[in-house]
């Protein structure tokens, strides 16, 4: 097996538990590996590091895999993918019907995304290392989990970064791509095939949870609602009337269906609009809303980004504020690392400031357990949701 021996002043951040090692933190490679392989990882010195996959490819060369000297076999990943599985089953009590089944990172498996739609299984091998592995690793899943079939989404951006090229497609029974999965007192309709990302937002399954506590009577604005969720669980928690808008066309024909599923028809109208115009339409109207929610697509996807992005999230929120009754409630969302809680927060506050509305931050949320931080790596912490109330 090759090694990668670190540059001398990387050692520090390696001992943190950080798993990510980038081409320009590489002292030399010594020995021969194909992009994909399995390398060991040594400081400068000699020092032990850890064990994962190389890709000389992308600018983040290595990932690790573990920090024992253990081998990475068959057996390896059968255990990473049963202990993960394992850690679902205890931390989900509401049931494992919709849920990540692996996080990447954050369940120590570098690049692999898995979702469970009732008895469908979504992938995603978002590193060379994973890809390589596909099939073997539906292999363990098949044999972990008795999905009906297996779907590969292996269409995001980020696998061109990997030198990995977009592939969609059944791995394993192709059969309907449309699956009815169950949230709370909510079924939805979920795309595997012709949804975004892996189909459904279940990150967000908690969040929504908590926001149908506080629609009762309400009337009710659900920016960026994609197939409705939000809009179903506010309507489901017993709001009077929830206006819900989104861009696309093929997210609010699923939508519909999900608000008729629901016995939610009546009360939940979906727009084809742009948010941002909406909100500008509607703020120069007195305000009438009790609940706005902002689950708006990660603005800032890099760091770069940010200054832009950052006059998206404050327009968005200084709108729903201006539209906002008094004792409102804001539910504000951001779904990038790079975006994160304080800066939502401070742009929240500023955005205050310009309404000239009072808030309070009532609760701060964040990842449900099924997506899981790695505590080292405050990347893989990427979402945030306020609640606000508002004066
Ligand atoms: N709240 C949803 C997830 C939202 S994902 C849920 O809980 O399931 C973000 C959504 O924003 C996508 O559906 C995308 O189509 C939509 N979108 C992106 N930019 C938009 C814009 N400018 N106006 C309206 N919708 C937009």
Not at 55 to 78: C, K
Request: aromatic share 6%.
């Amino acid at each position: 097996m090759a090694t990668v021996f670190l540059k001398p002043e990387r050692e520090a951040r390696m001992r943190s538990g950080y798993l990510w090692i980038f081409a320009g933190e590489i002292a030399r490679i010594d020995g021969t590996a194909e992009d994909g392989d399995v390398v060991d990882v040594r400081a400068y010195r000699g020092r032990w590091v850890g064990r994962g996959f190389l890709n000389r490819r992308s600018s983040l060369t290595v990932r690790l895999l573990t920090h024992r000297p253990e081998e990475i076999d068959e057996g390896f990943f059968r255990r990473r993918l049963a202990d993960a599985w394992a850690s679902r089953r205890r931390m989900l009590p509401g049931g494992l019907d919709a849920c990540r089944v692996i996080s990447g990172e954050g369940d120590l498996l570098p690049g692999l995304i898995v979702d469970r739609y009732a008895d469908l299984l979504v992938i995603q091998t978002l590193s060379l290392g994973m890809d390589v592995r596909k099939v073997m690793l539906v292999d363990l899943l098949t044999e972990l989990l008795a999905p009906a079939a297996v779907y590969e989404r292996n269409d995001p951006h980020v696998r061109t970064l990997e030198g990995l090229p977009q592939q969609v497609g059944w791995l394993r029974g192709a059969r309907d791509p449309v699956v009815e999965i169950h949230e709370g007192p909510a079924r939805f309709l979920v795309d595997v095939a012709g949804g975004q990302k892996t189909g459904f937002f279940l990150d967000q399954r908690e969040n929504r949870l908590a926001t149908a506590t506080l629609a009762k009577d309400g009337e009710v604005f659900d920016a960026f609602c994609y197939t409705g969720a939000f809009a179903v669980h506010a309507a489901l928690g017993g709001a009077k009337t929830v206006t819900a808008v989104d861009s696309s066309a093929d997210a609010l024909s699923l939508a519909r269906r999900n608000a008729a599923l629901n016995g939610a028809g009546e009360r939940v109208q979906f727009v084809e609009a742009n948010v941002f115009n909406e909100l500008r339409r509607l703020a120069e109207l007195p305000p009438r809303f009790d609940v706005v929610i902002l689950d708006p697509p990660a603005f800032a996807r890099s760091k770069d980004a940010l200054p832009r992005a950052v006059g998206g999230y404050k327009e968005i929120n200084l709108r729903a504020l201006k539209i906002l009754r008094p004792g409102g409630v804001l539910v504000t969302c951001s779904c990038s690392s790079h975006m994160d809680e304080t800066l939502l927060q401070a742009v929240v506050a500023e955005a205050a400031v310009d309404a000239k509305r009072d808030v309070r931050l009532v609760e701060s949320r964040g990842h449900p357990r099924d997506h899981p931080v790695h505590p080292a790596m405050p990347e893989t912490r990427y979402l945030t949701c306020l609640i606000i109330e508002v004066r």
